[in-house]
Every structure is written in structure tokens, then in C-alpha cells.
């Protein structure tokens, strides 16, 4: 029997009125490959990991994490519980501290006696330490954007959806942001970002796909597609 | 992952916000509901001694019941719409932003995360309405020498009952945005039913639940309602199946409603809170937009400059036709009230107002323009005549609408034809001071600031900001009808008239021109 792919995304469409975001994106993603979706402003990639994290319901379309149909029913926990998304703008409860955002998620995800270990370790990876009993509020934006990569990273998963995760984070940050989801992906898991800084998706990503209007231009491996002629035409290589 | 671990961690998150809560912002909120509780008691108790001095005559009693029967029906209808409109766009269960990506994004099961929010919106509905029913309930009381026990029984609880059925109704349009876009589109219709059910009482208490409701309230009030205790075994049906059915289906909201509900509450908490009413409306219109897509609509663009701006404005209101068909039902309503009962002074009042926000529908532009006053840096005119030139478009709008009433209004008898041609005559006149007074106040932008910090005098010098259109309109437009009824024939009075809206309309025009874009 084959292994299903980690996500599979089908004949994804999202429409806003008459605007189309996203038209027809069939993309697979299996355990341990790492895909970047590269394009323009408004060429679909937000829509595209929304749609695959669930946030968004397509017009068209299916989404599909571990052979589980995400789209549809409203409620999939078995979906959820292999998927973690981090969006492009930290999202935070202004009440919690840093520390306690990781304990809710912990609770959230049932994580047990484990958590308190992996928290001290993702707070020190990620350079937080120290800050744990900081509001966001007393946070910048780069240390918010890491509060939320923490809660994303500390939960199991097994798909992990990236929407301009460097976006606010200084270089050594990013380093330190390469370094773990290429871990995450040596581990098993199929990772898939939207970004603008090519040179963090270089060394990152397997796969390249280029988006154009909510369609995809080009799609391979990263250095093929990089050095191919949509990119070069497109401003992108 | 179980419905246990939801309710730890939603344990878990009230807990940390408790602990996180500022010092004395507990109190603070007490303090502020002891004092409105307090106003309410003194108001209400005040009102109440004050009405109970002189009960109701038998035959007052008997219009006061009929009065029930004819609009509790409707101002219920109303609520209800309101209600169902209001949770297209936020509703009975609102999380945060950050709820949607923590809490919604793991694996919990999402009826137990969204049940006691509902619970709550259930509470929060039926005690809305249950307020509503006890203020009836007072009013009744005071003047009908009637027993208080089944009255207030059945005042409290008819209203209450509504207002449970409009959570629960809330929590099923939240859930499905099909039934989103319903609301939106059919909403007018239950407003046009809510108008026409004042006509016929009888039917009124028979339409359904918002007429259930009223039924027994009428019957214990003294009033004809025979069926009162089928209507009250129907709108119970109709409460439990509507909470069954919202309660049953708590899991089934897709995230993307949920996100996009979230999204908009962190900028209407901000908007409330300083009382900008403007942020407000662009929320709820953002929201419409996101459900029902815009127009796409092409008019070809003029070749005359002076023509750019009211092209502008044409296109604007035929993306968003509900403006005109707000500004039309205002306006009918105005110019039939007028028609049909010239010699009420109160009316004459009203129907200046409904022309005044008729006019206000109308300008939406300016509003545009002053909320953000640097875009018209692109543009050749300076700020002023900017304004004047947004008023072109509204003002032949509306009075072309106001035209075509009076014609309508001659045809239905309603208008001496000695009258026509002075109201066909005054119509442009009048429209075009209505519509330089609703820009006059709406170029003014938002609530400013400084007005909230005012202190004690804070409050009415926020109500005259707020009043200032409609005042001004009353008054520019009080001057003439207060001429026209002082003469004993009205032809008399049409020069000092003619005079009089000339002279305001220049005033009006040359106010805005002076004006400066808001800083």
C-alpha cells in the first residue's frame, strides 16, 4: 500500500467575489521534504498555505494532511493534530506571557511532562530565553514572531506551514529559524513556506514552485526552478 | 484528544488572564455597573411614579393594548433582523485572534471550545430581550390597573424568548456563510415586514415568533388576543428547536469564519472604545464586502473635468445600491408623512430628519475623502471645492427621489394639485440643503479625541457633535416651513422663501469651500 503524502493539495481554488486568489494549485508534499512557494505580492501564496492550513474553506478543491481530507467538515482534530501553521503576523493573547503561551499549547496538544523540557530548549534555541515572563506587549516585533514560532514548533506535527516566517527576525534569528526546520524536516516532517528572501529558502528547500496569479509558472527543484527562465522573467532568480 | 483537554486548557487560559488582570480593573467595572444600575433605578423609578399618578382611562387602556399589539410585533422584527444582520458579521461567538491560532489550530474538539461562548451569547440574548420586555412591562404597569404577576411574566418572558431565538438564529447564520450572504440579501424584506405589520395588528401577533411573543403581553394588558396560549406553546417550539438545532451543530463553524470574525472584533473593541462610530461602520462594511463581493459595475468616464468627481460618485453608489435604496425609503417616508398630514408640526420635524439622513446616505464620498484627506492631493482641486463638487452627485439624486414622490404622492391624492407645482418647486431646493448639511457633518471625520477627555461635560458636548447635522438641517429647514404655515395662504410667503433657501445654500456652500482637509 503506498505512504500517503504528507499534504496533498488538489485543484485548489479560492475566489474572493470575482477575484481569483488561487486557481487550481495541485501540489504534493511528502514526509521530509521542505517546498518553497515563491511569487510576487497577490500571486496566491498566503491563500495557498491558508487554504492548506485549514484557515481558509476553498472554492474548489481538496486538501488532504496524512490521507486525511482537511477540507469539507469543519472539524478535522485529527487533521490539526498533525498540522502546524505559523502566519505572517504574530497573533498572541496580549494577557499571556511568552512562557504561558507555550504551556496553553502544551495543555492544548496534551503534551504532558515532556513540555517543560522541550519548552526550555525551543526558548533557548530561539533565543528567548530569558523572556519568558514577557508580555507581547514588552516584546518587538522579531521576539513576537519568535513567541510564535516557538508555539508552532513545540506541538507534534507533521506537516508545518510557513507564511513569511522571517519576516522581523534578525540574521543570526534566521540561522537559528533554518536551522530548526531543517531539523523538522530531517525528522519526518513536510515543510512548506511562503517567502521573499530567497536567499533563506536557498539550502532550505528541496522544491521550488513559483506562483503567478494565482497559478503556478514553475515548479521543481529549487535550483532548476531558481535559475529557470519564469523565474529570470519574473524578477525572482 | 477529548473534550477534557479543551476545558484544561480553556481552564488554563482564564486562570493566566485572571492573574495577568490590571489591579482594580475588577472594581472599576463594578463600580461602572453600580453607577448605570443606579441611573436606571433613579430614571425608572422616577418615570414610573410619574406615570403611575394618572392611570390609563378604560378606553386609553384599550389603545394602549391595541398600540402593543400593533408595534411590539415590529420593534421585535427589528430586533430579530438586527440581530441576524449582526452576526453576518461578528455574532452571539467571537473569539480573539489569537484563540483562532492557538486554541481553534490544535486538536480539540471544537463544540467544546465554542459551547460555553455560546452559552454565554444564548444568556447574553435572552437577557437583552428580557430587558426590553421589563421596560414594557413598567410602562404597562404604570398605567393599567391590571394584576402584575401574569403581565410581567408575560412581558418579561415573550421578549426574552426572542432574544434567545436571535442568539441561537445568530450562532446558525455564524456557522454558514450561505446563510451569510441570505441574511444579507433578504434582510430588507423582514425590515419592509416589520413597516407593514403596525397595519394589520391582528395578523401582526400571528406572523411568527416576534408576534407570538407579543400576544400574551397584549392578553394580560386588558387586549383582544384570543390564541395567546398557542402563541406562547409556538414560540416556545420555536426557541427549543432554534437552540437545539444551534447547540447540536456548536462544532460545524468553518475557521474561516471564525478568523475572519476574530479579525474584525480587535478593530471594533478599539472603535468602540473611543466611540468612532466611522471605524465601525467600515468594519461591518469591510465584512459585507468579504461575504457579498462588490459590484463590478463600468460607467464610461466623462469628458467634461468639473464631471470626474459626481462620475466618481455615480460609480460609488452603484457599487453599493443599498445607499440609494435607504436614501429612497427615507425619503418616501418623509414626503408621504408630509403629504398625507401636512398640519403636524411633529411630523414636519421627523420628516426633515428622515430627509437629512436620506442626504447622509447619500454623501458617502465625502466620508471616504475625509477619511483619508492626503488622497485628494492627487487630484486638482483644492480641499474645498473638493467637497462642493462631492455634493453634486446626492443633491440631483435626491432630488430626483424627492420628485418623483411628490409626482407620486399628487397621483395617490395625497397632494392638492394648487400645491404641486410649490413642492415640485421647492423639492431641488430642499435636497440640496439637506445634502450640503449632511456634508457639512460628515466632512468632519471622526469623533475627535479631545471631546472623550472632556470630563463631565464630556458627554453633551459629544451629543451636540453628533446633533449637529440633524439640527442644522431642522433649522435651515425649520425657517421655511415655520413661514409657509405662519401665512394664511402659502403662496404669500414664496419670495421670503426662495430668498431663504437661496441665502442657506450659498452659506452652506461657501462654509465647505473654506474647509481644510482634516488633519
Known amino acids: 500500500m503506498p505512504i500517503p503524502a504528507a499534504l496533498r493539495l488538489c485543484g485548489l481554488r479560492k475566489v474572493y467575489g470575482d477575484v481569483v486568489a488561487l486557481d487550481g494549485l495541485d501540489l504534493e508534499v511528502a514526509a521530509g521534504e521542505c517546498v518553497a512557494l515563491i511569487g510576487h505580492n497577490g500571486s496566491g501564496k498566503t491563500t495557498a498555505v491558508r487554504l492548506a492550513a485549514g484557515q481558509l474553506r476553498p472554492t474548489a478543491g481538496t486538501v488532504m494532511v496524512a490521507g486525511i481530507t482537511l477540507t469539507g467538515a469543519a472539524d478535522v482534530?485529527?487533521?490539526?493534530?498533525?498540522?502546524?501553521?505559523?502566519?505572517?503576523?504574530?497573533?498572541?493573547?496580549?494577557?499571556?506571557?511568552?512562557?504561558?503561551?507555550?504551556?496553553?499549547?502544551?495543555?492544548?496538544?496534551?503534551?504532558?511532562?515532556?513540555?517543560?523540557?522541550?519548552?526550555?530548549?525551543?526558548?533557548?534555541?530561539?533565543?528567548?530565553?530569558?523572556?519568558?515572563?514577557?508580555?507581547?506587549g514588552q516584546l518587538s516585533r522579531g521576539l513576537r514572531q519568535k513567541t510564535q514560532l516557538a508555539c508552532a514548533l513545540?506541538?507534534?506535527?507533521?506537516?508545518?506551514?510557513?507564511?513569511?516566517?522571517?519576516?522581523?527576525?534578525?540574521?543570526?534569528?534566521?540561522?537559528?529559524?533554518?536551522?530548526?526546520?531543517?531539523?523538522?524536516?530531517?525528522?519526518?516532517?513536510?515543510?512548506?513556506?511562503?517567502?521573499?528572501?530567497?536567499?533563506?529558502?536557498?539550502?532550505?528547500?528541496?522544491?521550488?514552485?513559483?506562483?503567478?496569479?494565482?497559478?503556478?509558472?514553475?515548479?521543481?527543484?529549487?535550483?532548476?526552478?531558481?535559475?529557470?527562465?519564469?523565474?529570470?522573467?519574473?524578477?525572482?532568480? | 484528544m477529548s473534550a477534557v483537554a479543551a476545558r484544561q486548557a480553556l481552564a488554563y487560559r482564564r486562570r493566566r488572564r485572571r492573574a495577568h488582570r490590571p489591579p482594580g480593573q475588577l472594581s472599576d467595572l463594578l463600580a461602572l455597573a453600580y453607577v448605570m444600575v443606579l441611573y436606571a433605578l433613579i430614571l425608572g423609578w422616577g418615570s414610573?411614579?410619574?406615570?403611575?399618578?394618572?392611570?390609563?382611562?378604560?378606553?386609553?387602556?384599550?389603545?394602549?393594548?391595541?398600540?402593543?399589539?400593533?408595534?411590539?410585533?415590529a420593534v421585535l422584527l427589528v430586533g430579530l433582523v438586527a440581530a441576524l444582520r449582526y452576526a453576518t458579521w461578528q455574532g452571539p461567538v467571537v473569539f480573539g485572534a489569537a484563540d483562532v491560532q492557538l486554541l481553534l489550530a490544535a486538536p480539540l474538539p471544537r463544540a467544546a471550545l465554542v459551547r460555553p461562548r455560546l452559552a454565554w451569547g444564548l444568556g447574553a440574548g435572552a437577557t437583552l430581550g428580557g430587558l426590553l420586555g421589563l421596560g414594557a412591562f413598567l410602562l404597562l404597569w404604570a398605567e393599567l390597573a391590571v394584576p402584575a404577576g401574569p403581565l410581567l411574566a408575560a412581558a418579561v418572558l415573550g421578549p426574552a424568548a426572542v432574544g434567545l431565538l436571535a442568539a441561537a438564529l445568530g450562532w446558525l447564520v455564524e456557522e454558514s456563510p450561505v446563510r451569510a450572504r441570505a441574511v444579507l440579501r433578504l434582510s430588507q424584506v423582514g425590515l419592509l415586514l416589520a413597516a407593514a405589520l403596525p397595519a394589520v395588528p391582528a395578523e401582526a401577533l400571528w406572523s411568527g415568533p416576534w408576534g407570538w411573543a407579543v400576544g400574551p403581553t397584549v392578553a394580560a394588558a386588558g387586549g383582544w388576543a384570543p390564541g395567546w396560549p398557542a402563541q406562547a406553546a409556538l414560540l416556545a417550539l420555536a426557541v427549543a428547536a432554534a437552540v437545539t438545532a444551534a447547540w447540536s451543530r456548536a462544532g460545524g463553524a468553518p475557521t474561516e469564519e471564525l478568523a475572519r470574525r476574530a479579525a474584525l472584533r480587535g478593530g471594533l473593541a478599539a472603535s468602540a472604545y473611543l466611540l468612532d462610530v466611522?471605524?465601525?461602520a467600515l468594519l461591518r462594511q469591510q465584512a459585507t464586502r468579504a461575504l457579498l463581493g462588490v459590484r463590478r459595475v463600468r460607467l464610461r468616464p466623462p469628458r467634461a473635468r468639473w464631471l470626474a468627481i459626481p462620475w466618481r460618485d455615480t460609480l460609488a453608489m452603484l457599487r453599493a445600491p443599498g445607499r440609494l435604496g435607504w436614501a429612497a425609503a427615507l425619503a418616501t417616508g418623509a414626503v408621504l408623512a408630509v403629504a398625507a398630514l401636512p398640519g403636524r408640526r411633529g411630523l414636519g420635524i421627523a420628516a426633515v430628519l428622515a430627509g437629512f439622513l436620506a442626504a447622509g446616505r447619500l454623501v458617502e464620498s465625502i466620508r471616504v475623502e475625509t477619511d483619508q484627506p492626503d488622497a485628494h492631493y492627487q487630484l486638482s482641486w483644492r480641499y474645498g471645492n473638493l467637497m462642493l463638487l462631492h455634493c453634486l452627485q446626492p443633491a440631483v439624486v435626491l432630488a430626483a427621489i424627492g420628485s418623483l414622490l411628490v409626482v407620486a404622492a399628487w397621483l395617490a391624492g395625497l397632494l392638492p394639485t394648487a400645491a404641486l407645482g410649490l413642492a415640485l418647486a421647492g423639492t431641488p431646493a430642499a435636497a440640496a440643503v439637506l445634502v450640503l448639511a449632511a456634508a457639512i457633518a460628515g466632512r468632519r471625520g471622526r469623533?475627535?479625541?479631545?471631546?472623550?477627555?472632556?470630563?463631565?461635560?464630556?458627554?453633551?458636548?459629544?451629543?451636540?457633535?453628533?446633533?449637529?447635522?440633524?439640527?442644522?438641517?431642522?433649522?435651515?429647514?425649520?425657517?421655511?416651513?415655520?413661514?409657509?404655515?405662519?401665512?394664511?395662504?402659502?403662496?404669500?410667503a414664496i419670495p421670503a422663501v426662495a430668498v431663504w433657501l437661496a441665502l442657506v445654500v450659498l452659506a452652506e456652500s461657501a462654509w465647505l469651500r473654506t474647509r481644510k482637509p482634516p488633519s
Open chain 2, 48 to 73: 414610573f411614579r410619574t406615570l403611575r399618578q394618572t392611570t390609563a382611562s378604560p378606553a386609553e387602556a384599550a389603545r394602549l393594548a391595541e398600540l402593543l399589539a400593533r408595534l411590539g410585533p
Open chain 2, 447 to 492: 469623533v475627535p479625541v479631545e471631546l472623550l477627555l472632556l470630563g463631565d461635560v464630556g458627554g453633551i458636548a459629544l451629543l451636540l457633535w453628533i446633533l449637529t447635522g440633524p439640527l442644522l438641517a431642522e433649522t435651515l429647514l425649520g425657517v421655511p416651513i415655520a413661514l409657509l404655515r405662519a401665512t394664511p395662504t402659502p403662496q404669500t
Open chain 1, 77 to 136: 482534530p485529527e487533521a490539526r493534530a498533525r498540522l502546524a501553521f505559523v502566519p505572517d503576523t504574530p497573533v498572541l493573547y496580549g494577557d499571556l506571557t511568552v512562557g504561558e503561551h507555550l504551556e496553553l499549547v502544551a495543555l492544548a496538544h496534551e503534551l504532558g511532562e515532556q513540555a517543560g523540557q522541550r519548552i526550555a530548549v525551543l526558548l533557548e534555541e530561539l533565543g528567548l530565553a530569558g523572556r519568558g515572563e514577557f508580555l507581547p
Open chain 1, 154 to 237: 513545540l506541538r507534534p506535527f507533521q506537516v508545518l506551514l510557513l507564511d513569511e516566517p522571517v519576516v522581523g527576525l534578525d540574521p543570526p534569528s534566521q540561522r537559528a529559524l533554518h536551522k530548526l526546520l531543517r531539523r523538522a524536516a530531517g525528522g519526518g516532517a513536510a515543510v512548506v513556506l511562503t517567502t521573499h528572501q530567497l536567499g533563506f529558502a536557498e539550502g532550505l528547500a528541496d522544491r521550488a514552485v513559483i506562483l503567478e496569479e494565482g497559478r503556478v509558472a514553475d515548479a521543481g527543484p529549487f535550483e532548476r526552478v531558481m535559475a529557470g527562465a519564469q523565474a529570470a522573467r519574473l524578477g525572482l532568480s
Open chain 2, 278 to 280: 466611522r471605524a465601525v
